[in-house]
């Protein structure tokens, strides 16, 4: 965070957040400032409307130019909501337009407009369609449309903001207000069509003529853009060919998206098409030759080119949406291409592009539709081939199709699995989803539902098999995603549809809710969406056919201006089958399945005006605690067990975080019925990756507060368990968080942890820290945690994808008993460098060693890179060891590794065994380590460059060198408790 170099008191304007050098009059309508030091920089150097961000009621702002020094600039636009004290503009999460060279500048990247403004100049900002995750902004230089831009700002973060170099101004500024009339921008005058500024365009004659081209950089075409985008009232526009350069002339008429740029000829884009009147031919989405050209559809002096676009019979509300519409063009009202294709976001807007100097035409945006033909053009809409809506493998075959649904049949009986993908509605907004319905299914049929972007593999490929699709396997009951496979419920059966929704979606993330057929959430996935442009798409994976099933898809499972935000009844949160509710009380029953922790997560994630939770302590020999959790949090074990989550527990005044635990120095004491309550205040937007603050109070009296690391995606409310029989109620009061503006500022300058110690004990017993161990679960006496001297010490844990159903229950189980240590896994590392950076930092390797494995090759190039790690094996009990196949010229090297047989987790002495092994490989890594520590000390150069003993000290690189070697593992392997493979 960019800490201010004005240490001066701060002026304190309600409604705003600037800096000193601000003085504002008159509400804020006049704007003085003063010259900034060279010291401060000038992305602080701003005033920001704090009061009301630019919304649906309030579309606009505007701003004029009353003095500034020569040679310097003024900062026009939006921005996230400025950090109180700290204004800054956010380089990702703002757009500005520059007075000096007229650029627009949004992520960093600068696009120059051409259209410069000055003293006496009147600018203005108008909001023209806002999406789930990013919004289309208009500039207008003295109420002319001179350019639009994407900002990635969602509804109610887009704050107006104003900035200025190091100069004195004074600026007039006509902030926005709720209820605001909109302003109208005629379409019909070609002066508001943006473009070079080298076409001429007369609003008496409705002319556009390209009169003077770039003389500083050769262009490829220029164009101009509408500023109304089509929609059902406006589908139709004309232009007359007034002038055409017979060598090198042509005029294009076509569709573009929001951000296209002004030289090149609509078509030769990606999200456009165009009509050519040089050689007649239909260019679409960037291709460099035409799609079509046929013979008599040039055009020349006198022609009129026409545009048009068949709507399909939906809410005007998504007519911004990139839903599929039929493109047509016209000659001389005469209807000659027409192509179905998918609008982009924020709609389709006219353009005109222009080739050579002396280009001229008439526009015409209030001609009609040509009525000749126009029912075929909509038949042509509603009765396309199907495949045009969706992507499948040539074995699924279509058996049905309704206008919200269809009918799919996997015919072979193959286990390699078959992708059907619907390509009508991506899912674009909050609460987009779809849900699938089992008409017919072998015993043996893998079904998956979820997403995945356009371009993932047709055959052979599951969803979760890369960052970019995620989805629920029905028959496993798991979640498979970037970060491997996770167990949830299982399916029910015929009679149970599940239901896959969007939560969340930004240029970096995606997160994805799976329901069943009664509304009970089953989990939550994330999907990477940094650097992937296409969208995600409702998709159905099938295996092992013949199998049948109903995909049923809907604009919106939840509306998204109607999407329920509350806590809801505790029945609706996310929890293992062990945590029973009834409607908002929750209780951890006794199960030899959830005798460790267990959590309840809240179905809607904390947000600005909603991030205060409270839950009423009720019965248990352990009270529940509170805390945080991120999207992908496993609800069947330790709350505060990894990144991204926090958890108090109050019987034992414990604090887990980020997988550290501390412990309160001055915890209070809490008894049954005391309401225990937790918050969060967010130092940037919601749901992006931010270091905040998390609160605890007791009967809203805060007594800790510490810094806390917000995963992307956001947090959610959860109460976790650590005991059979104990329960909470989830209590609906005020949502919003109690603390103070300016305490809530000062906590969040704050980076440290007072109240709080870290908990050292190297040993303790698990019935003593919160977390239960029954005897019906573990039959081999007392086991103890085992904290490593490494907090973040690292095990990889090495099985195939195939067997994770089996596994997986003992990687859970690994996890609660080793607390501080963290897992990573083959499910997890997908590709091979993925392997290789987990297997570079493990501190050993558990290898759940299987027929299946040894048969692998894919385990096999995995097994080879464990050179040099100790390993310890895992062998299925029904398996012949040591295996041969790929590993067989490693026999005898395997048959040193130390070894315990296990089958499922319901055989208890397996799991009993691999603890205690895994217990002394811990033990026995912590003395190595302890012991090069203690070498490396001995050794360590004092200040003249010698050791204690009086020999010359290495050099700083052979130092660094040394080190390294000492944290790989020792050569002496009789010494340990597991074998190297060398």
């Not at 280009?359 to 909509?378: F, H, I, R, Y």
């Amino acid at each position: 965070m960019y800490s201010r170099k004005d240490k001066s008191p701060r002026l304190v304007t309600p409604g705003f957040e600037h800096l000193n050098n601000f003085v504002l009059f008159d509400d804020g309508g006049d704007v003085f400032i003063k010259r900034i030091d060279n010291d401060e920089s000038l992305t602080t150097n701003l005033v920001q409307f704090t009061k009301t961000p630019l919304t649906s009621d309030c579309t606009h702002y505007t701003m004029t130019i009353q003095e500034l020094t020569e040679g310097e600039f003024v900062m026009f636009g939006l921005t996230n909501r400025c950090v109180p004290g700290n204004p800054m503009w956010i380089i990702d999460r703002s757009v500005r337009y520059h007075s000096n060279d007229g650029g627009v500048f949004n992520g960093g990247m600068g696009i120059k407009t051409y259209h410069p403004y000055t003293i006496g100049d009147r600018i203005t900002c108008k909001l023209d369609y806002t999406g789930p995750d990013r919004s289309l902004v208009n500039f207008l230089k003295n109420d002319r449309l001179v350019y639009r831009q994407w900002v990635n700002l969602p509804p109610g973060q887009l704050y107006p903001t104003i900035g200025v170099s190091r100069t004195e101004a004074k600026l007039k500024v006509e902030w926005p207000s709720s209820g605001q009339p909109d302003i109208s921008i005629r379409k019909d005058l070609p002066s508001n069509w943006f473009g070079w500024t080298g076409l001429h365009r007369d609003d008496q004659s409705k002319t556009v003529t390209l009169a003077e081209p770039d003389s500083e950089m050769k262009r490829s075409a220029y164009n101009v853009q509408s500023p109304a985008v089509f929609n059902k009232a406006f589908n139709y526009f004309e232009i007359e060919v007034v002038e055409k350069t017979n060598k090198k002339g042509c005029l294009a008429i076509g569709l573009v998206a929001g951000n296209c740029e002004p030289f090149v000829m609509p078509g030769w884009t990606n999200k456009s098409i165009g009509y050519h009147s040089d050689d007649g031919g239909l260019y679409c989405d960037g291709n460099e030759k035409p799609e079509q050209n046929e013979e008599g559809k040039k055009s020349g002096q006198g022609d009129i080119m026409g545009c048009g676009v068949i709507f399909p019979p939906i809410e005007e509300f998504h007519f911004r949406e990139p839903i599929l519409v039929l493109v047509y063009f016209t000659l001389n009202t005469k209807v000659i291409y027409k192509k179905r294709m998918r609008q982009p976001r924020g709609g389709f807007f006219p353009c005109v592009g222009f080739l050579a100097e002396g280009d001229s035409c008439k526009l015409n945006v209030e001609a009609q539709q040509p009525t000749e033909g126009k029912n075929d053009l909509l038949a042509t809409l509603n009765s396309a081939d199907v495949t045009s809506d969706f992507r499948c493998s040539e074995v699924i075959q279509f058996r049905e199709l309704a206008p919200d649904s269809a009918v799919f049949t996997l015919t072979t009986e193959s286990d390699e699995p078959q992708l059907v993908q619907y390509l009508r509605y991506p899912l674009s907004n909050v609460g987009d989803g779809f849900f699938l319905e089992v008409m017919d299914i072998r015993p043996n049929t893998e079904l998956q539902l979820g997403v995945c972007v356009s371009d993932h593999p047709m055959e052979g490929s599951f969803l979760g098999s890369n960052s970019t699709s995620c989805g629920y396997l029905f028959r496993l009951g798991s979640l498979a995603m970037k970060d491997g496979m996770r167990p949830v419920a299982k399916w029910a059966g015929l009679n149970d549809t599940i239901t896959c929704y969007l939560d969340f979606q930004d240029e970096k993330l995606a997160v994805l809710c799976f329901e069943n057929g009664s509304g009970e959430m089953i989990g939550r996935a994330t999907v990477t969406r940094a650097n992937v442009i296409s969208p995600l798409y409702a998709s159905v994976v099938m295996s092992s056919g013949p199998c049948t099933v109903r995909m049923n898809w809907s604009r919106s499972i939840y509306n998204t201006h109607n999407l329920d935000r509350s806590w809801g009844y505790a029945e609706q949160w996310l929890r293992p089958p062990g945590i029973k509710a009834n409607k908002n009380k929750l209780t951890l029953e006794t199960s030899e399945s959830y005798s460790f922790a267990a959590c309840a997560q809240c179905r809607q994630p904390m947000l600005t005006g909603s991030s205060f939770f409270s839950i009423r302590l009720l019965d248990g020999d352990k009270l529940p605690g509170i805390g945080l959790s991120k999207a992908t949090t496993d609800v069947s074990t330790v709350l505060g067990s990894d990144k991204g989550e926090v958890c108090f527990l109050p019987s034992s005044g414990e604090l887990l975080l980020d997988n550290n635990k501390w412990v309160l120095q001055n915890s209070p004491v809490f008894k049954k019925g005391d309401v225990l309550q937790c918050g969060m205040i967010f130092a940037e937007q919601d749901r992006v990756e931010q270091k905040g603050v998390v609160f605890f109070a007791l009967n809203e009296q805060t007594f800790f507060h510490c810094r806390f690391l917000m995963m992307h995606g956001g947090v959610y409310p959860t109460v976790t368990f650590s005991s059979a029989g104990c329960s909470a109620e989830v209590l609906e009061t005020n949502r919003a968080q109690p603390i103070p503006e300016n305490l809530a500022s000062e906590w969040l300058n704050e980076d440290r942890m007072d109240g709080a110690v870290p908990y050292t004990a190297a040993q303790d017993h698990m019935t003593s820290n919160g977390y239960t161990l029954e005897k019906a679960t573990y039959d081999g006496g007392d086991l103890t945690v085992v904290q490593s001297d490494n907090q973040q010490c690292v095990i990889y844990v090495s099985h195939t994808v195939r067997e994770n159903d089996r596994v997986s229950p003992f990687i859970a189980a690994l996890k609660k008993h080793f607390l501080t240590c963290v897992f990573e896994t083959s499910a997890l590392c997908v590709e091979m460098r993925d392997k290789k950076d987990a297997l570079a930092r493990c501190e050993f390797v558990i290898l759940f060693m299987s027929d299946i494995y040894s048969e692998s090759h894919e385990m096999a190039m995995e097994f080879s890179l464990f050179e040099g790690k100790q390993v310890l094996v895992a062998a299925h009990s029904e398996m012949h060891w040591p295996p041969g196949h790929y590993f067989k010229d490693r026999q005898k090297r395997m048959e040193r590794c130390p070894m315990v047989k296990v089958s499922t987790i319901d055989n208890t002495a397996c799991l009993n065994a691999l603890i205690k092994l895994v217990d002394a490989q811990m033990q026995e890594s912590s003395k190595s380590n302890k012991k090069n520590k203690d070498a490396s000390s001995d050794s360590h150069p004092t200040a003249n460059g010698t050791t204690p003993h009086g020999k010359q000290g290495k050099t700083k690189g052979a130092a660094q060198s040394h080190l390294q070697h000492n944290k790989s593992p020792s050569k002496d392997s009789s010494k340990s408790s597991a074998c190297h493979i060398l």
